[in-house]
């Protein structure tokens, strides 16, 4: 769930708040609390749908990456993207990047995760 270079850049404390962008069936978050259960986890996805995985620690939300998210600056220790590869233009993806980076804390990691030759 969490690249190996991510881990040495973010400790996943308690404190550690992370955002997952498009979130879908919410399987990352809850592998993730079960893993880090001290962080604080938050999911967006354009679908607004909320999965079964409730946790005190975790809260989903509806929210469009290429719209902008209503978090203020810097306010992530940790950013998930995942397998928006084929739902993003490359126009959008310049929106996305672009916000990734003001939700983005300083030090903080963003992970890009996508699946080859999906079909």
């Not at 909320?50 to 290429?66: C, H, L, M, Q, R």
């Not at 739902?87 to 310049?94: G, R, T, V």
Request: with cysteine.
């Amino acid at each position: 769930n969490v690249l190996s270079l991510s881990r040495e850049l973010v400790s996943f404390k308690k404190g550690t708040v992370v955002l997952d962008i498009g979130y879908g069936s919410g399987s990352w978050i809850m592998e993730m609390n079960q893993e880090f259960p001290d962080s604080k986890y938050v999911g967006v996805d354009i679908s607004g749908a909320v999965p079964n995985f409730k946790a005190s620690n975790v809260t989903y939300e509806f929210g469009d990456i290429t719209k902008g998210l209503k978090y203020p600056d810097q306010s992530f220790d940790f950013i998930n993207v995942r397998l928006l590869i084929y739902a993003l233009s490359i126009d959008e993806w310049h929106t996305a990047l672009k916000e990734v980076s003001r939700l983005l804390k300083p030090h903080g990691c963003a992970q890009f995760m996508e699946c080859q030759d999906m079909v």
